[in-house]
């Protein structure tokens, strides 16, 4: 390429070299400098993704069909995996399936959105105001080891047996945790970038806009799957616990229902929707949208 | 556009005349509070920067070069005297400090954004700026997908777009190699004059300093005070290999030592 190029004459010596011939120069070490970056295809990723959480789940299963085919214990206690997958499809053909999760979601999902409306601002205000921080920060980080199942029993008795009761029992559980993920990413926001955005003219609310919040996402986002985790979590042991018609059948209830109905199939069932459920959201939401801003930041390094 | 006034919180207020001054610094000094008690970093520094002017900085380490950028800045308060700017000051870092979560065009269009122009005329000034430090195509990058160099250049159109009269340079280039070092010794020279900003560059490569300025200022250590003080009238544009520059750099090398050789005699 280029074979017709005329020579440009040599740059005199003290003169500038000619604009064109640093431009090109630039335009070299640019090109040699980049780092060329790419997604891996879909194959590799399959191989590596997807294949060895399939082999985990096959190879579960087996041991399981050996344990019950080698009788280790009653057959009450542990029931075989086709008597699980039975009750799956009874549940499906009733359309019972689709509604026992829906209501267990649902809930989940309003209550968890609820707790990131007041946990937001609460970590941004925790994180920002040294008073408020002396004040509720160790409080906030306290109650994150609390297990959210020592609120039921007041929230019962609060609120009654319904749906504000279980709400409650979320909030207390996902609030600390997003607040105090959007604190701990306050925190690490390099001093550098607020230096930077302090002579850009980013101070006070535009500060805190258009610099700290953005700084701050990695660390939002894992508060904001933990938050998620223990939405699950308060929630599930909140429809354990409570029991009324008025509540409907959620995932909870279903399991709490097949122990007083003595059926471990049923309990199984329960289990592992309860187990799905949160992991299907994380992989679903949250996994995503984490992957999506480290790999824009150029933070997911391949390994 | 006002001058920004940055004083110690006991001095008298006066007012500067900044006409035909980027940044005056008058009698400027500056103390942190350590465990063994008040440590002066600055001692009495004064300092003009008239408008269009290239001044580097030079010292050694503790000569609080650093210190009095962000005094410049207005990112910190002096103890003592009074520094006065036409307007905020742009400042540049060692390190990039583009951010990661903008790509390229938005950390420049974010700085006018801030600066209050409005949404219409963002693009455009953006992709001017761009143009200006060679980078036209790489609005859409992300600031990981840029060398070191590519980098730096962005962060120097970021500090442009602010149109600040005074651009304050904190040793920008230290972390680059040295051939990426020279290509861009060369370009902020051709975008100084183009755009006639004045600067205010902190470094302690003696090389850089004659390359780049029209005036060294050469700053004592512990504490800083002004020590030497150079024009340099070197034609431009200069290559770092010039014998006029290698001759002026043994000079005010010489006399760096000297300052450095004092802290060893007890």
Same mark, same amino acid.
């Given at each position: 390429m280029?074979s017709?190029?005329?020579?440009?004459?040599?740059?005199?010596?003290?003169q500038e070299?000619?604009?064109?011939?640093?431009?090109?120069?630039?335009?070299?070490?640019?090109?040699?400098?980049?780092?060329?970056?790419g997604?891996?295809p879909?194959?590799?990723?399959l191989?590596?993704?997807?294949?060895?959480p399939?082999?985990a789940v096959?190879?579960?299963?087996?041991?399981?069909?050996?344990?019950?085919?080698v009788?280790?214990?009653?057959g009450y206690k542990?029931?075989a995996?086709?008597?699980v997958?039975?009750?799956?499809e009874?549940?499906?053909l009733?359309?019972?399936l689709?509604?026992y999760?829906?209501?267990?979601v649902s809930?989940g999902?309003?209550g968890?959105?609820?707790?990131?409306?007041?946990?937001?601002p609460?970590?941004?205000i925790?994180a920002?105001?040294?008073?408020v921080?002396?004040?509720?920060?160790?409080?906030? &980080?306290?109650l994150?080891?609390l297990?959210?199942?020592?609120w039921?029993?007041?929230?019962?008795?609060w609120?009654?047996?319904?749906?504000?009761?279980?709400y409650?029992?979320?909030l207390?559980g996902?609030?600390?945790?997003i607040?105090?993920g959007?604190?701990?990413?306050?925190d690490?926001v390099?001093p550098l970038?607020?230096?930077?955005?302090?002579t850009l003219?980013?101070t006070?609310?535009?500060?805190?806009?258009?610099?700290?919040m953005?700084a701050a996402?990695?660390?939002y986002?894992?508060g904001?799957?933990q938050?998620?985790?223990?939405?699950?979590?308060?929630?599930m042991?909140?429809?354990?616990?409570a029991? &009324?018609?008025?509540l409907?059948?959620?995932?909870?209830q279903l399991?709490?229902?097949?122990?007083?109905? &003595?059926?471990?199939?049923?309990?199984f069932?329960?289990?592992l929707l309860i187990?799905?459920?949160?992991?299907a959201?994380?992989l679903i939401?949250?996994?995503?949208?984490?992957?999506?801003?480290?790999? &824009?930041?150029?933070l997911?390094v391949?390994s | 556009?006002?001058?920004?006034?940055?004083?110690?919180p006991? !001095?008298?207020a006066?007012?500067?005349?900044?006409a035909?001054?980027?940044a005056?610094?008058?009698?400027?000094s500056? !103390?942190?509070?350590?465990?063994?008690?008040q440590?002066?970093?600055?001692d009495d520094i004064?300092?003009?920067?008239?408008?269009?002017?290239?001044?580097t900085?030079l010292?050694a380490s503790?000569c609080?070069?650093?210190?009095?950028?962000?005094?410049?800045?207005?990112?910190?308060r002096?103890?003592?005297?009074a520094?006065?700017?036409?307007?905020?000051?742009?400042l540049?870092?060692?390190?990039?400090?583009?951010?990661p979560?903008?790509t390229?065009?938005?950390?420049?269009?974010?700085?006018l954004?801030l600066?209050?122009?409005?949404?219409a005329?963002?693009?455009?000034?953006?992709?001017? +700026?761009l143009?200006?430090?060679?980078?036209d195509?790489?609005y859409?990058k992300?600031?990981?997908?840029?060398s070191?160099?590519?980098?730096?250049?962005?962060a120097?159109?970021?500090?442009l777009a602010q149109?600040?009269?005074l651009?304050?340079?904190?040793?920008?280039?230290?972390?680059l190699?040295?051939?990426?070092?020279d $290509?861009?010794?060369?370009e902020l020279s051709?975008?100084?004059?183009?755009t006639?900003v004045s600067?205010?560059f902190?470094?302690?490569n003696?090389r850089?300093?004659?390359?780049?300025?029209?005036?060294?200022?050469?700053l !004592?250590s512990r504490?800083?005070r002004?020590a030497?003080?150079?024009?340099?009238?070197i034609?431009?544009?200069?290559?770092?290999?010039?014998?006029a520059?290698a001759e +002026? !750099? $043994?000079?005010?090398?010489?006399?760096?030592?000297g300052?450095?050789?004092?802290?060893g005699q007890?």
């Open positions: 280029g017709t190029e005329t020579t440009t004459p040599a740059p005199r010596e003290g070299r000619d604009t064109h011939d640093l431009a090109g120069l630039e335009a070299g070490l640019d090109a040699l400098d980049t780092v060329q970056t997604r891996p879909l194959r590799e990723t191989v590596q993704k997807v294949l060895p399939v082999t096959v190879l579960v299963l087996v041991v399981w069909q050996i344990l019950v085919w009788k280790v214990t009653d542990l029931p995996p086709d008597a997958w039975q009750e799956v009874n549940a499906w009733q359309g019972t689709l509604e999760i829906w209501t267990s809930r999902m309003f968890f959105l609820m707790a990131l409306a007041i946990g937001t609460l970590g941004l925790v920002r105001i040294k008073f921080r002396a004040a509720i920060g160790p409080i906030l &980080s306290g994150q080891s297990p959210s199942v020592a039921v029993p007041p929230a019962v008795i609120l009654g047996l319904n749906d504000k009761m279980m409650a029992v979320i207390l996902a609030v600390p945790s607040a105090n959007l604190v701990s990413g306050v690490q390099p970038f607020l230096r930077a955005g302090r003219g980013a006070g609310l535009r500060g805190t806009w258009h610099i700290v953005p996402l990695p660390g986002l894992a904001l799957k938050g998620w985790a223990f939405s699950w979590r308060s929630l042991a909140a429809e354990i616990i029991q &009324s018609p008025d409907g059948m959620g995932l909870g399991l709490e229902a097949g122990r007083t109905n &003595s059926s471990m199939s049923q309990v069932l329960a289990i187990l799905i459920v949160g992991i959201i994380d939401v949250f996994s995503p949208l984490e992957r999506w801003v480290l790999r &824009s930041r150029g997911l391949k | 556009m006002g001058t920004t006034l940055t004083k110690a006991e !001095s008298a006066h007012t500067v005349d900044a035909g001054v980027a005056r610094i008058e009698h400027v500056k !103390s942190f509070a350590t465990p063994a008690g440590q002066l970093v600055l004064t300092l003009d920067v008239r408008q269009g002017e290239f001044v900085l010292g503790g609080g070069k650093s210190t009095l950028l962000n005094l410049v800045a207005g990112l910190d002096p103890s003592a005297g520094i006065a700017t036409d307007g905020r000051p742009a540049m870092f060692q390190e990039h400090a583009l951010f979560w903008l390229a065009g938005k950390n420049i269009e974010l700085a954004k600066r209050g122009l409005p949404k005329e963002r693009r455009p000034r953006t992709e001017e +700026l143009t200006l430090v060679r980078l195509g790489a859409g992300r600031v990981h997908e840029l070191g160099g590519m980098r730096q250049r962005v120097l159109a970021r500090a149109d600040s009269k651009l304050l340079m904190d040793e920008p280039f230290a972390a190699d040295a051939i990426t070092r $290509v861009l010794h060369d051709r975008i100084w004059r183009e006639g600067v205010l902190v470094t302690h003696v850089e300093a004659v390359r780049l300025a029209q005036r060294v200022v050469l !004592s504490p800083g002004v030497h003080e150079w024009t340099v009238d034609e431009q544009p200069r290559r770092i290999e010039d014998a520059v +002026l !750099s $043994v000079e005010i090398t010489e006399e760096l030592r300052e450095i050789r004092r802290h007890h």
